[in-house]
């Protein structure tokens, strides 16, 4: 009896340590608190989904047969990918693979079921090869795409009804079902989009966080080539399943494509910040001189540096300050337009071109990001204290030329020379090239 007893316990402990093992792969303790809700509530949502669509799932052999076929191309789309190499991922910003090229068509031929379960394989046991990922992350990556398939798969039976299996008449077969087709596919990209950003937003919270930005016409380009893909390969299915043959290449072609636009975003920004790196900030700062120059505008630049950043690296350690500058690089894009060139200059320093903006509305601008900043509270995870919330300000130079007088190496210089005057006068101030901003503040 009592070796039962011990074996059991034993069984027990070994029980035990598996479930805190599974617990402790999914990461959610160092998650906040709304975010854990916001991902438990989207996975939830799937699992609705998924039961209303097994009430109402028509069994048909075929429809399984199709199911499978994209489930093996996804798959070979990933595997691709893989050997093509990956570009530095964002943390910030979903990473884009062109797999709805091959995902979006189970969307439009078959049950709203086969939509909502497609991405579980893709996502929770293939990707883990692919990219490796908390299982939290490849667990809600399924969920978003599962409810937005659902969601879209229901709109398609909506607008365009039919009985049995798609075909090629029944899919694209009037104006009305052409036009189904694109309104589906948008719901999903759509869907996808805000549930993706949602997350991203409880993880990172910006004021001017906005569920489309960041992407501008690339993004629109892109999402463009997946959904004319998908349609594609949908009514080739449709046609002949042997027809697939001959959209493999220019899938492919198109995937190394989207891999260099990627790489070139990679080179252009700095991989801490996100923010333009020095190279590129030049490059592209020396072709809006030319502009304005042309133009006859006044353009200005701010160098902005961190108040004893040294002190923050010496008390918390060097990743609390890595932290702490992706946080400042988060406050000047939340205090600047989307038209303003930002940058990192290097260390705790960096760099803000203000196009058409004259000396006093660069003055308060400068005075907006000094503000901006020192109310910042940075949430990072200390190396012995746990959790700390890490505050700085900033100190900011401004110079303003107009017209043919910009220069951009005298506007760096004579910024830099205003920094210097800030650093000297107390920090946490702002000063211009040619002397104090009326309405900037001192610190005390």
């Known amino acids: 009896m009592r070796r039962s007893w011990q074996l059991g316990g034993e069984l027990a402990r070994r029980a035990g340590e598996r479930l805190v093992d599974h617990v402790s792969r999914f990461e959610l303790c160092s998650l906040s608190p709304r975010l854990v809700r916001y991902l438990v509530t989207v996975d939830v949502l799937c699992l609705v989904v998924v039961f209303l669509g097994v009430l109402e799932l028509p069994f048909r052999f075929v429809d399984l047969l199709t199911f499978g076929a994209f489930v093996l191309l996804g798959r070979l789309a990933m595997e691709t990918s893989r050997h093509l190499g990956a570009p530095g991922r964002r943390k910030d910003e979903p990473h884009r693979d062109l797999l709805s090229t091959w995902t979006l068509p189970v969307t439009l031929l078959l049950p709203p079921l086969y939509a909502a379960v497609l991405h579980i394989p893709l996502h929770c046991i293939f990707r883990s090869r692919v990219a490796p990922q908390p299982r939290y992350k490849q667990v809600f990556n399924a969920a978003a795409l599962g409810v937005s398939g659902f969601c879209a798969a229901s709109v398609h039976r909506a607008l365009a009804p039919t009985q049995g299996p798609y075909r090629i008449d029944t899919l694209v077969g009037s104006s009305g ?142 990743l609390t300050g890595d932290a702490v500058l992706v946080c400042v690089a988060d406050a000047l894009r939340a205090a600047t337009r989307p038209r303003d060139l930002v940058g990192r200059f290097g260390g705790e320093e960096f760099v803000i071109m203000l196009c058409e903006t004259d000396l006093d509305n660069a003055a308060r601008a400068a005075d907006r990001i000094r503000r901006q900043v020192a109310g910042m509270r940075c949430r990072v995870n200390g190396q012995s204290a746990g959790v700390v919330h890490v505050s700085v300000t900033v100190s900011v130079g401004v110079a303003t030329a107009t017209g043919a007088d910009v220069d951009l190496p005298a506007l760096l210089e004579t910024a830099d020379a205003a920094l210097y005057r800030a650093k000297a006068d107390g920090r946490n101030c702002v000063r211009l090239a040619a002397g104090v901003a009326p309405h900037a503040r001192t610190a005390t």
């Open 177 to 318: 079902r052409i036009g189904a087709l694109f309104v589906v596919v948008l719901t999903y990209i759509v869907l996808n989009r805000i549930l993706l950003h949602g997350a991203l937003w409880y993880a990172h919270p910006r004021p001017a966080r906005r569920p489309f930005a960041g992407g501008g016409r690339e993004i629109l380009a892109v999402d463009a080539a997946e959904m004319c893909s998908a349609i594609g390969l949908a009514v080739l299915w449709t046609a002949h399943p042997l027809l697939m043959l001959t959209a493999t290449p220019p899938a492919l072609l198109l995937q190394r494509s989207l891999l260099h636009a990627e790489l070139l975003q990679a080179a252009r920004t700095d991989a801490k910040t996100r923010l333009a790196n020095p190279a590129y900030w030049r490059e592209a700062a020396e072709k809006e001189v030319l502009r304005i120059r042309r133009a006859g505008r006044p353009l200005s630049v701010l160098i902005v540096d961190i108040d004893h950043f040294k002190r923050v690296n010496d008390q918390f350690g060097h």
